[in-house]
Structure formats: C-alpha cells, structure tokens
C-alpha cells in the first residue's frame, strides 16, 4: 500500500491547489488491497499537509483503527457506506470546495456551461437527508444511495462526496465538479442569457472527453503544476501593477 498511499497523499495536495482545501476539514481515501477496510486520511491536517503513507489510518469497515497514527475523522461512515454499496469504486473523497459547496446550497441542477460539467452523467445528484455530519453508518446509507451509480454527489449546504475507479478519476471529478459549478455561478450572477448544448452533444461530448487517456494526462498536468508550486527552483513569479 505504500505507494497507494504515496500517490494518495499526491492527490491530497494537488485538490487543495485547486480550491478543496478548507482548514483541517477533508478527506480521501483507498480501499486496502488485502481487504482490510481502507485507508482514510488522519484528522487534525488539512488536506495540503498530506505529505505521504504516514498520514493515513486503516480502518475497518466499522470504522476501528487497525494501523497508523492519529486518529481517523468523524465523516468515515462516508468512505465505508460507498465501498460497501460500490465494488466499482477503488476512491472516496469528501470536501468543501467552495463554489461547489455555495452551488450545493441552490435547487438547480448542473449544467453544461462549459466543458467541465461534461465529465459527469448530468444532473449531478443532490443530497439533502441532512446538513450535519455523517457520522453513522445510517447516514453514510443515504448519502450512497443518493451517489447511486454516480461518481459524484451534491451534500445541501455543506459540501461534496466525490469517488473514482482510481486515484486520478477521483481526484480529477473533484476538480471538474468544483470548475463546473463555479461556472454555473458567474453564469447565473452575469444576468446574461445563456444555453447549454442539447443532450446529444452533451453525451457526444462526454464520450470525447471521459476517456482514461484524458484522465492520465490530466492527472500527469496537475503533478506537474503542483511540482512548479512547492519546487525550489521555480521562476520567480511575476507581478503587475
């Protein structure tokens, strides 16, 4: 698992370079490969100090700790209840980026502004069973059944659960969903009229864009962006007046 979590910890940092960071709150995790239950990210960081594999814990699918150090977050019941209902899903994330979790607060679906929103089966769902935490296995039901067949859901007034098939299809529709709604925003707050393309050019769209190829060299862009970041010989940036 060393290097899941490696490249875990990767994804981590490069979702709070892109707008999912919110203090300490946040999380991904992987399923253990020998069946274990899965590796969360440990509390009391945020998602930009995950530096690698020491930064997790292994739970069970009860949510005990079986290995690593400190102590899991709350919101496990999220990472168990998807894992249990998707043999599909491999990654599980939930985070607060902020456009998304303002969007999350409306009753329009997601729309096609721009090329972003294409990467999902539209509308996005929306989960409203509550605002709070999801702290028990009850909740962490509902929110999965709201996910259904989806890799992404809405949580009302609170944030995003969002998971993948790998490391970099998660971490990419985390991305995507939070450019698709931040779009929607300034769209909708312009007051100018718009469209978004029929279903037809929706779904031929999609079939272009959501392919692993397209995801491996996103995932490929945003290591090398997040590499420009915390690189020690970076150009030295550029001001305006």
């Not at 009391?44 to 079986?66: H, N, Q, Y």
């Not at 989806?150 to 659960?161: D, E, I, Q, S």
């Amino acid at each position: 698992m060393h290097e899941d979590l490696t490249k875990l910890a990767t994804a981590h940092r490069i979702l709070e370079m892109e707008g999912h960071g919110d203090m300490t709150l946040g999380h991904l995790s992987i399923r253990d490969r020998d069946g274990a239950g899965f590796w969360m990210k440990r509390n009391a960081i945020g998602l930009g100090e995950v530096m690698g594999p020491e930064d997790f814990v292994l739970l069970d699918w009860d949510g005990a700790k079986t290995s690593g150090e400190g102590n899991p977050h709350s919101e496990w019941p999220i990472h168990s209840e998807i894992y249990r209902a998707r043999d599909d899903v491999q990654v599980v994330a939930h985070t607060h980026p902020y456009h998304a979790c303002v969007f999350s607060a409306t009753d329009e679906p997601l729309r096609a502004v721009t090329l972003e929103a294409n990467y999902f089966e539209l509308p996005v769902p929306r989960y409203a069973g509550t605002a709070a935490l999801i702290k028990t296995a009850e909740l962490g039901n509902e929110l999965a059944a709201a996910l259904a067949e989806n890799f992404a859901v809405l949580m009302a007034n609170h944030g995003v659960t969002f998971c993948g098939t790998s490391i970099e299809h998660a971490t990419m529709i985390g991305i995507f969903l939070e450019k698709a709604c931040k779009a929607q925003l300034l769209i909708g707050a312009s007051g100018l009229p718009w469209t978004a393309p029929d279903a037809e050019v929706e779904a031929l769209r999609r079939g272009q864009i959501m392919t692993p190829i397209h995801i491996d060299h996103c995932w490929g862009y945003y290591c090398r962006k997040l590499e420009w970041h915390t690189g020690a010989n970076r150009p030295a940036p550029l001001f305006t007046a």
